[in-house]
T-cell receptor, first 117, second 109 residues
Framework: NAGVTQTPKFRILKIGQSMTLQCAQDMNHNYMYWYRQDPGMGLKLIYYSVGAGITDKGEVPNGYNVSRSTTEDFPLRLELAAPSQTSVYFC????????????????FGPGTRLTVL | GENVEQHPSTLSVQEGDSAVIKCTYSDSASNYFPWYKQELGKRPQLIIDIRSNVGEKKDQRIAVTLNKTAKHFSLHITETQPEDSAVYFCAAGLRQLTFGSGTQLTVLP
């Protein structure tokens, strides 16, 4: 299994440009997440999904959009890039038996380092 | 929402000594408390986790303790080795995780 994969590894954007960060997992996990990690800081949740067709906002959703059309893929869209979105973006996935069972181990992808100039 | 505070931000220990990192959380509904290790330029990796129905959990040199009443949990690493040097993050949550700001652990040979 490849686990959680992310593309691209690095990207430089100009202010106002748009891009999509790709995330895929082959572990048949139902939950998927997008986090951002600013230098020297912890991870902040942007969006998450509990299954195909279901997404919800995390702590810092402004400036981002997501979709989940399949179990495997969870792309993150930046519409109008701003310098404040310079960060490392991590996608993660987990298998949760049912919502009431609580959270379980999240497996992270290798990250995408994004710079907005 | 949940708020997680982590201390200290940096910690240096001699090889073979123990290291302790502490976190407090604000939401009493949180029931899942994982710890992640992140090496420079790499992804976070789970090293141990604990649920609210358990007070302590141990895995070889690593242990985590949870005090629900005081709303704090701690990571204990014994017999530290240079390869333990990394940034460690705590997290807490019920339906989504809130992460602490991290502790840079340096193990001096």
């Amino acid at each position: 299994n490849a686990g959680v994969t992310q593309t691209p590894k690095f990207r430089i954007l100009k202010i106002g440009q748009s891009m999509t960060l790709q995330c895929a997992q082959d572990m048949n996990h139902n939950y998927m997440y997008w986090y951002r990690q600013d230098p020297g800081m912890g991870l902040k949740l942007i969006y998450y999904s509990v299954g195909a067709g279901i997404t919800d906002k995390g702590e810092v959703p402004n400036g981002y959009n997501v979709s989940r059309s399949t179990t495997e893929d969870f792309p993150l869209r930046l519409e109008l890039a701003a310098p404040s979105q310079t960060s490392v973006y991590f996608c993660a996935s987990s298998y949760n038996i049912w919502e009431g069972a609580g959270l379980s181990t999240q497996y992270f992808g290798p990250g995408t380092r994004l710079t907005v100039l | 929402g949940e708020n997680v505070e982590q201390h200290p931000s940096t910690l240096s220990v001699q090889e073979g000594d123990s290291a302790v990192i502490k976190c407090t959380y604000s939401d009493s509904a949180s029931n899942y408390f994982p710890w992640y290790k992140q090496e420079l330029g790499k992804r976070p990796q789970l090293i141990i986790d604990i649920r609210s129905n358990v007070g302590e959990k141990k895995d070889q040199r690593i242990a985590v303790t949870l005090n629900k009443t005081a709303k704090h949990f701690s990571l204990h690493i014994t017999e530290t080795q240079p390869e333990d040097s990394a940034v460690y993050f705590c997290a807490a949550g019920l339906r989504q995780l809130t992460f602490g700001s991290g502790t840079q652990l340096t193990v001096l040979p």
